[in-house]
């Protein structure tokens, strides 16, 4: 029988071991040894049958050990120093705290959260990321307040059948059970939040609270009595239902979760965010919901909008139109309109912020994009593939104008750098939480220490691998007398190189394969042969991605490779780390340009692996030559199965001549000095770059701050400014089909214009109803391609110089001519006011119509 309902009865530990509830319940021990050495010692035994899991150690562990540890003094020494230690971490000063005019709090909204494989609350990469982002932020006491969905069946858990096919399942979660607190009001009952929804209906959620060392994480859940069936599934699963679930989900993370915000800090205190981060479209309802709160105290929509930007950040973490999400207007129209429209915000200003080019779309990055004064990519690739993605928000402008930045993602060393590297950099390097300085002192680490604790790392990865794979091979049907050959899979002295990641088409999981007749002799190589540990999930929906899983599997099947190459089944955090750990080399293998960023390769580059991949996302930033290895792309080959022809070929060109050449070069004394010189490398030239600290200073520096200090200005003085600024657009919006560049003349350059010299420019401007303080005159210049477009462009700005009377004004000013070649240039206007962000933000811009403005000339 199937019991109808489940929950989880909690321990109640005696008084002497009460702080051993405080640490199990702040989520620092994910990554705090310690701590988790504390757990252990509760009971082995059980610790290790619960996955180490605290929450589960607490409701497994027997009332006699219990009993016999709260009379245990050096157990309870312990736990009074991990206690302590929690404490001082919680309230000391750090980081951010020596920061002036810094923001008081800062918002941070993501669909999912990678924090620890006991929460699974994620499904890759996004949700990983905005898992480190969090504990870097404890780290370096940086006041983010985040918030996400509570999923009651989290992602899904993955086996294959015996035909090698992805299975899914979806355990139930019991709240109980997970390392939460029920937010409650003062009088002890749960809070609600509440969004209504088209025909009267209500969605109703409660909220938990999930303490990720000094950051609280709020996860709203819709599994709750007010509900009805279909609202109570809204927070089922992650990314799963159709578009009208997926839109609930997105109005739950975003409007509700803005709401989750208020009550948390109306009833504990917490300062109010002045910035709010959203990371990816999925909770871009947010901004609306700030807009009706600004409305109802009786701003304008455009005043609101305004106020709304100047502290907004977005992310986009995608690098392809296809993953974005995209609803159609209608359904956006009925959830917003009618019986359930907000009456200070008109549904067609809604729908507007959300309008891309293919009519009947609303497209949530687009908005989410509308609603931000500032956008970022996740690596350098990935800024300029979105500012050519995005270009058409911004027309009129060149995609090196688009104002879409980036910051390159990073990783929590304290989660995937294994102990042994940790405890061996603690006595030679500085913390590898959040420092950028004193990584030469790698370099201290004698070749003997370094190699020794690879081959430890590696060895632990083949043991657990084998134990995976037994579990995979007996639910697959086999019987345990067939699985004697598990006991020798994998070598812990074979070069082993990893793969893992979600399986979408474009990350090729089965590039590999191109040549099976090829990967059967780098496997099988009498004197150098490799092993590859493979793991990954494809979406429940995706059968392509499922059938690549099939292929992988089908080959590792092989009785004659199997030995040396496995699909893992049930990728997750823990799964990962064992990889990043484990493997020497770390492959991966996108279609370029469609990988944003990919920081697996930058946590197998902190444990001492190396990298092995296609130069894009964070590798085609960091790749220097030397710290690893880069594959050739075939960028231009337009034939998909010849381009994968040519990349794998040069894929095993690779691992055959350079990767298992350098592994097992070892001289007299067997250990591989050319290899450990490229490991010393890594560390020293990644090390201090791909740290999720740096990450977040760059968003402190970059983002938050100058958003908090925009933020403040307008909402200063019952937000004066946001009123004037709004103001200033609508007025410089209608007037600007008046504004014209009508001519410029150029002089100072003579017969034949030479390097040194400059050139004097005059442009006559229409402004139509505007004055010159409203625009910035601007003269592009530089080198010229064969169709006269100006390449990588300078720009300087010309200075008002007279007004007449018939609403035109002269500017004028100088360009050097500082090289050698064609040489052209051009003036347009853009709007100009100091509360702007970029000069593309309004994208409105005058050029002038002739071609007298681009005249070119060749210097000598």
Not at 576 to 587: H, K, R, S, T, Y
Not at 588 to 599: F, I, K, Q, S
Not at 710 to 723: N, P, T, V, Y
């Amino acid at each position: 029988m199937r019991a109808i309902r489940r929950f989880t009865v909690r321990t109640v530990l005696p008084p002497e071991l009460a702080a051993l509830g405080e640490l199990v319940h702040n989520l620092r021990w994910s990554w705090h040894p310690e701590t988790l050495d504390l757990f252990a010692e509760v009971d082995p035994d059980t610790w290790e049958r619960v996955g180490h899991d605290p929450v589960a150690l607490l409701g497994a562990v027997e009332p006699e050990r219990l009993r016999e540890l709260a009379a245990d003094r050096r157990f309870l020494r312990r736990l009074a120093d991990a206690a302590d230690d929690l404490r001082e971490y919680m309230t000391a000063p750090r980081w951010y705290q020596s920061l002036p005019d810094a923001a008081r709090a800062i918002a941070y909204f993501s669909p999912e959260y990678g924090i620890a494989a006991a929460l699974p609350q994620y499904s890759g990469g996004l949700g990983i990321l905005a898992g480190d982002h969090l504990k870097a932020a404890s780290d370096l006491g940086v006041p983010i307040l985040a918030v996400g969905l509570l999923y009651r069946h989290g992602y899904f858990t993955q086996s294959l059948s015996p035909e090698g096919w992805q299975l899914e399942h979806y355990p139930s979660l019991d709240p109980g059970g997970l390392p939460l607190t029920l937010l409650k009001e003062a009088d002890g009952s749960p809070v609600r939040i509440r969004i209504g929804l088209p025909e009267h209906r209500t969605l109703h959620a409660q909220v938990w609270v999930a303490q990720v060392g000094r950051v609280p994480l709020l996860l709203l859940d819709s599994d709750v009595a007010e509900n009805d069936n279909a609202e109570r599934d809204v927070t089922d699963r992650l990314y799963g239902g159709g578009t009208d679930h997926r839109l609930k989900q997105e109005l739950l993370l975003g409007i509700g979760g803005v709401r989750a915000i208020r009550a948390y800090c109306r009833i504990g205190g917490h300062p109010e965010p002045e910035v709010f981060h959203t990371n990816e479209g999925h909770a871009g309802f947010l901004g609306l919901e700030r807009i009706r709160e600004l409305t109802e105290a009786r701003l304008s929509f455009d005043e609101a909008l305004e106020a709304v930007r100047a502290g907004t950040v977005f992310t986009t973490h995608t690098p392809v139109p296809a993953g974005i999400d995209r609803f159609p207007t209608d359904l956006i129209g009925r959830q917003f309109g009618g019986d359930n429209a907000w009456p200070t915000v008109p549904v067609d200003r809604i729908l507007a912020l959300g309008a891309e080019e293919e009519p009947g779309k609303f497209n949530m990055a687009a908005m989410g994009m509308r609603l931000a004064q500032r956008v970022n990519g996740v690596s350098q690739l990935h800024g300029e593939v979105s500012r050519g993605m995005f270009q058409g928000l911004w027309p009129g402008f060149d995609v090196d104008e688009v104002p879409i930045g980036s910051i390159t993602n990073g990783v929590h060393a304290p989660t995937w750098v294994g102990r042994e590297i940790m405890e061996l950099a603690g006595r030679e390097l500085p913390s590898l939480v959040d420092r950028a300085q004193g990584w030469e002192g790698v370099n201290k680490i004698s070749d003997e220490d370094v190699w020794s604790i690879r081959g430890r790392m590696r060895e632990r990865l083949v043991e657990a691998a084998r134990v995976r794979l037994r579990r995979s091979w007996l639910d697959r049907g086999a019987s345990p007398a067939e699985l004697g050959w598990i006991d020798e899979a994998l070598d812990p002295e074979v070069l082993t190189i990893g793969f893992a990641r979600r399986v979408p088409s474009y990350k090729r999981l089965t590039l590999m394969l191109s040549d099976p007749a090829r990967l059967r002799e780098l496997l099988l190589h009498p004197e150098r042969p490799i092993q590859i540990v493979i793991a990954g999930k494809a979406h429940p929906a995706d059968e392509g991605g499922k059938k690549l899983i099939q292929q992988i599997v089908k080959f590792a099947d092989s009785e004659d490779v199997r030995h040396r190459i496995v699909f893992l089944p049930d990728y997750d955090m823990a799964l990962g780390q064992l990889l990043v750990q484990g493997c020497d080399v770390w492959m991966n293998n996108p279609l370029r340009p469609l990988e944003a960023c990919g920081t697996s390769g930058m946590k197998a580059a902190l444990n001492g692996g190396l990298n092995l991949s296609i130069r894009d996302g964070w590798w085609d930033e960091w790749y220097d030559g030397t710290n690893g290895w880069a594959i050739p792309t075939a960028d231009g080959v337009t034939d998909p199965d010849r381009r994968d022809e040519l990349e794998a070929g040069a894929l095993y060109d690779l691992i055959e001549h350079e990767v298992a050449d350098r592994f097992y070069d070892r001289p007299v004394d067997g250990l591989p000095r050319r290899w450990l010189e490229m490991v010393r490398h890594t560390l020293t030239s990644l090390g201090p770059k791909v740290l999720a600290g740096r990450m977040l200073r760059d968003y402190v520096v970059d983002l938050y701050t100058p958003a908090a200090q925009a933020a403040r200005a307008l909402s200063a003085g019952g937000h004066d400014q946001a009123k004037d600024f709004a103001s200033w657009k609508l007025r410089v919006g209608r007037a600007w089909p008046g504004v014209r560049v009508e001519h410029v003349e150029a002089s100072g350059l003579g017969d034949t214009p030479e390097v040194g010299a400059s050139l004097e420019l005059r442009a006559t401007i229409a402004l139509g109803e505007l004055d010159p303080g409203d625009i910035e005159v601007q003269v592009a210049y530089g080198r010229v391609g064969l169709h006269d477009e100006l390449v990588d462009p300078e720009y300087a700005s010309l200075n008002a110089d007279s007004r007449g009377d018939d609403g035109r004004a002269v500017f004028n000013g100088a360009i050097p001519l500082q090289r050698t070649g064609a040489f052209g240039y051009t003036v347009r206007v853009v709007p100009s006011h100091p509360l702007m962000a970029a000069p593309a933000e309004l994208g409105l811009v005058a050029v002038p119509q002739e071609p007298e403005g681009m005249t070119n000339g060749t210097l000598r």
